[in-house]
C-alpha cells in the first residue's frame, strides 16, 4: 500500500474485488493533541447506488462495521494505545420489511487514536471488516496499512475539514443546543418502553428517539407524543432470544431534533403501567385482548362484511327445524372455520414478518393470485345458492359444500374459513389498535390478539350455539327461503364483480370484463329460469346476456375500471404521499390532510362516501391552506408500509392531520365523521 507524504496522509482508496461497489479510505487530518496524544483521524466509506452500511446498533439485521487494529500482535499495528470509534446519527431505512439503522451511500466515521509516544513511529496493520447491503448483504475484510510519524506529520486542510464534517453529525461531539433526555421507564406487563425528552427550542418536523446499548434487544419504531417542549417516545422491545428484563439495565439513548443531537446513558426504571402515560396503559395484553375481541365482534356490522352476513343467513336457513344437536354442531363448526382462518392469518403474517417482508392487515388482497381465489369462490358460492349446481368437496371428506339438508360440519367449517377470508379488506373501530400490537410485538401476542379477534367475528356463531331454541323466531319454511337464497346469490355474486374489479391493478379491462361477465350470464340466467320456469332456457339466454353485460359494464363505469388513473375525488386534488413535501407544507403554514386508502379496502371507500366526498368535509378540504395527499396501498408499497409503521398502524385506512400547530399529525378515527376531521384541522392550522 501506498505511504502519502506527511502532509496529505491517508491511504488510496480500498477496493475488494468481492464488493466491487464499496470502497474505503483512512485518513489523518495531521493535527495531534500533546496532552492526550491524540490523532484526528476518519474512515471515509463510500458506496454506489442502494448500497447501506450499518450504525453501530444495526436494528432488526444487519452487522456494525468494525476494525481489528491487531495492537496485540507482533506484525500487527504498533505505537497504539487506544481507538475511539465515533458514530454519526445514523438513518433508519426499512429493508425487506426489516427496519435498520444506517447510512445510504456511505458515511465519514471519525476516530480518535491515542498513541504511545508522538515522536516516535506509528504502524498501522489493521482489518477492517464492513457490512455493505440492498437486497442481499456482502461482508467485506479491507486491509489498511500506514506509516507515520506523528510528530512530523503537518495539516491536511481536506482531511480536517471531512473530519470536522463527519464530527459535526456526531451526537457526542454536537454542542449543546438544550435537549436533554430525562428518563427511560419499562412496563413487562405490556411491553412499553418509555424515553421522555426535553427541548428548550422546541421540536422540529425530523425529530428521532433510538435506544440501544442492550446486546439481542431490538427497539420498534417510536411512536411520539409532544406537548409544548416535553417529547415522549413510546416503543416496544423485542429480543429473539425470547424473555428479557431491562430493569436497572443500562442503555443508551440518542435523540435526534433537525440538525441537532444529544446522546445520553441512563439507567432503565421499571414502573407499574399506571405509571405510564395516559395513551399508552391500554397496551397491556388483556386489555388489548378485550380491545380485538370487541373489534372482532364490530366487524360483523361493517360494509364489506355483507356477503359473510349472506353466508350465515345461509346457515340459519339450513339449520332450520332441524334437531338442537345438529344445529349446535353446524355452528360451532362455523365459528372453528372462522377462528382457524384467523390462526392461519397469524401464521401468514408471522412467516411474512420472520423472512422480512411487510406485514399488515388485508395485505393478502395485495396478491392478484389471492383476489383471483377469492373471485372463483364467491362465484361458485353464488352459483350453488341459485341452485346452478352443488359443490362437493372431495370425497374422503364425504360432506357437501353448505348444501340444503347437509347435516355434516366440513362445509360449515369451510364456509366459516371463507367468511374470515372476506371479511378481512375492513377495518373496524378497536381492530387496528389490537392488529398494530399484534404484529408489533411476539408470536405469542400476534396469536393470542388473532385469536381474540376470531373468536369476535365468530360471537353470533357461538351465540346460536349456545341458544339453538333462537332459531324457532325464523318463519316456517317457504317460499320465502327460496327468495332469499336467490338474494344471497345475487349479494356474493355483487362481491365477486367487486372482486374482480380489484384485478384492474393487474389485468387488462378487457380481460375484466369478460372474467366478469362469465359468472354472472351463468348465474342471472338460472336466475331467469327459477323465475320464469315456462319461457324455457333457450329464449332466457339472450336476455340474460344482455342484462350481464348491462350490470358488468355499469359495475365497471362506477369503480372506475374505465378511469383507473382519476382522483379519489373528482373535485380534490390528490398528491402523492410524501413526508418531505408534509414537512415542508407545514413549514409553508399549510395544514396537510393525508388519507392512506386501496381500492380492496370497503372501509376505505365509506369513508370517501360518508365523509370525504361530501360536506361540510369536501369543501374544507378544497380551501387552498390545506394540501390533501393520498397514500395508494392496493399493490404492495415498501414506503406507505413504513409510513404505516412509523405511525404505529398496520392496515388501512389511516388519516391523519397534520399542521403548524400539530408538526407530529393528528391521527383520525378508523370511521371518519365530519366533526372529528374538522376539529383535527382546525387544531392543526391554530397557533
Not at 504498533?78 to 429493508?95: K, Y
Not at 353464488?382 to 355434516?408: K, Q, V, Y
Not at 389498535?433 to 357461538?462: D, E, Q, R
Not at 408499497?637 to 392496515?651: C, V
Request: proline content about 6%; aromatic content about 8%.
Amino acid at each position: 500500500m501506498l505511504n502519502r507524504p506527511a502532509h496529505a496522509l491517508s491511504t488510496e482508496w480500498l477496493v475488494n474485488p468481492q464488493q466491487p461497489e464499496a470502497r474505503v479510505r483512512l485518513h489523518f487530518s495531521g493535527e495531534a493533541d500533546p496532552t492526550t496524544r491524540q490523532l484526528y483521524a476518519a474512515l471515509e466509506v463510500q458506496l454506489s447506488g442502494d448500497w447501506k452500511t450499518y450504525w453501530r446498533s444495526p436494528g432488526e439485521a444487519g452487522i456494525p462495521p468494525e476494525i481489528d487494529w491487531r495492537i496485540k500482535q507482533p506484525q500487527g499495528s504498533s505505537n497504539i494505545e487506544t481507538v475511539e470509534w465515533l458514530w454519526p446519527a445514523p438513518e433508519r431505512i426499512e429493508m425487506l420489511g426489516l427496519h435498520t439503522l444506517g447510512y445510504k451511500n456511505g458515511t465519514v466515521f471519525p476516530l480518535l487514536i491515542q498513541v504511545k509516544d508522538l515522536n516516535q513511529p506509528v504502524s498501522i496493520n489493521a482489518r477492517l471488516r464492513l457490512s455493505s447491503c440492498t437486497t442481499v448483504c456482502v461482508l467485506t475484510d479491507y486491509e489498511i496499512q500506514l506509516d507515520f510519524t506523528p510528530s512530523d506529520l503537518k495539516t491536511d486542510p481536506q482531511a480536517s475539514f471531512l473530519i470536522d464534517k463527519a464530527l459535526s453529525r456526531v451526537p457526542t461531539t454536537m454542542p449543546d443546543t438544550g435537549l436533554s433526555v430525562e428518563s427511560v421507564v419499562w412496563n413487562k406487563e405490556n411491553n412499553k418502553v418509555v424515553a421522555t425528552a426535553h427541548s428548550e427550542t422546541g421540536w422540529e418536523k425530523a425529530v428521532d428517539v433510538i435506544i440501544d446499548g442492550q446486546e439481542d434487544i431490538t427497539f420498534s419504531l417510536p411512536v411520539f407524543t409532544i406537548e409544548d417542549n416535553q417529547l415522549q417516545a413510546v416503543m416496544n422491545a423485542s429480543s429473539w432470544l425470547g424473555e428479557y428484563n431491562l430493569s436497572d439495565e443500562s442503555v443508551t439513548v440518542t435523540l435526534l431534533n433537525g440538525d441537532n443531537g444529544l446522546e445520553k446513558t441512563l439507567s432503565v426504571k421499571e414502573v407499574a403501567a399506571s405509571s405510564l402515560p395516559a395513551d399508552t396503559r391500554s397496551a397491556s395484553l388483556l386489555v388489548l385482548l378485550g380491545l380485538a375481541l370487541l373489534g372482532g365482534l364490530i366487524l360483523n356490522l361493517m360494509p364489506c362484511v355483507l356477503p359473510v352476513l349472506g353466508m350465515k343467513l345461509s346457515s340459519v336457513l339450513h339449520a332450520s327445524g332441524q334437531q338442537a344437536r345438529v344445529t349446535r354442531k353446524q355452528f360451532l363448526s362455523s365459528a372453528a372455520g372462522i377462528v382457524f382462518s384467523f390462526w392461519l392469518l397469524a401464521a401468514f403474517l408471522w412467516i411474512l414478518k420472520l423472512t422480512g417482508n411487510s406485514i399488515g392487515w388485508g395485505i393478502q388482497f395485495q396478491s392478484p393470485w389471492f383476489i383471483g381465489f377469492m373471485v372463483a369462490v364467491t362465484a361458485l358460492f353464488a352459483a350453488n345458492l341459485i341452485g346452478l349446481f352443488e359443490i362437493h368437496l372431495p370425497s374422503f371428506l364425504s360432506t357437501r359444500l353448505a348444501a340444503a339438508g347437509d347435516n355434516s360440519t366440513a362445509g360449515h367449517f369451510v364456509q366459516g374459513m371463507f367468511a374470515t377470508l372476506l371479511a378481512t379488506p375492513c377495518s373496524a373501530p378497536f381492530l387496528g389498535t389490537a392488529v398494530a400490537f399484534a404484529l408489533s410485538t411476539n408470536s405469542f401476542n400476534l396469536f393470542a390478539i388473532f385469536t381474540a379477534l376470531g373468536v369476535g367475528l365468530a360471537l353470533p356463531y357461538l351465540l346460536i350455539a349456545a341458544r339453538p331454541s333462537l332459531l324457532k323466531w325464523l318463519p316456517k319454511p317457504g317460499q320465502w327461503m327460496i327468495n332469499l337464497r336467490r338474494l344471497l346469490a345475487l349479494m356474493l355474486l355483487v362481491t365477486s364483480l367487486w372482486l374482480t374489479s380489484l384485478l384492474q391493478a393487474f389485468l387488462p379491462v378487457y380481460l375484466l370484463l369478460m372474467i366478469a361477465l362469465i359468472p354472472t350470464v351463468l348465474v342471472l340466467h338460472r336466475l331467469l329460469i327459477s323465475l320464469m320456469p315456462q319461457a324455457g332456457k333457450r329464449i332466457l339466454l339472450l336476455p340474460s346476456v344482455f342484462l350481464s353485460m348491462a350490470i358488468v359494464l355499469f359495475g365497471a363505469w362506477s369503480t372506475g375500471l374505465f378511469t383507473p388513473e382519476q382522483s379519489t375525488s373528482d373535485n380534490l386534488i390528490w398528491t402523492p404521499l410524501n413526508e418531505q413535501e408534509i414537512a415542508s407544507s407545514v413549514a409553508e403554514g399549510k395544514v396537510v390532510f393525508v388519507d392512506v386508502t386501496a381500492d380492496w379496502c370497503i372501509t376505505c371507500k365509506a369513508n370517501k362516501i360518508r365523509v370525504i366526498d361530501r360536506d361540510p368535509t369536501n369543501s374544507l378540504l378544497q380551501k387552498d391552506s390545506i394540501v390533501t395527499m393520498k397514500g395508494d396501498w392496493t399493490r404492495p408499497s415498501e414506503e406507505i408500509n413504513a409510513y404505516l409503521q412509523k405511525n404505529g398502524r398496520f392496515g388501512v385506512p389511516f388519516n391523519i392531520v397534520y399542521g403548524p400547530a400539530a408538526p407530529e399529525g393528528i391521527p383520525l378515527p378508523v370511521l371518519l365523521d365530519h366533526d372529528s376531521v374538522t376539529a383535527a384541522i382546525e387544531k392543526a392550522s391554530s397557533r
